[in-house]
């Protein structure tokens, strides 16, 4: 688990948000269908956008996973300031 900041909430594994252990289409998949509503929203897991989890699910979310799909790191110390 990824801590996001002292009282910030936390995610999931960067970009896992199946929690099944990596990042694969069935998480960008996921996305869509919590985008859609038709998947609960759970800000715990689905806000990931880093250093600033705003309790909301919007594009920079669907954007920080596609990151983490593409490999690329988590792009913010953690603890965030």
Do not use: K
């Not at 929203?41 to 920080?64: S, V």
């Amino acid at each position: 688990t990824l801590t996001t900041g002292p009282g910030q909430g936390t995610t999931g594994p960067w970009g896992d948000m199946d929690l099944n252990g990596h990042v694969d289409f069935l998480d960008l998949a996921l996305l869509v269908r919590v985008f859609q509503g038709t998947v609960p929203f759970i800000p715990e897991i689905y806000d990931i956008h880093p250093c600033d989890p705003n309790g909301h699910f919007d594009f920079l979310d669907i954007a920080r996973d596609i990151d983490a799909f593409q490999g690329d790191p988590y792009p913010c110390a953690i603890p965030c300031p």
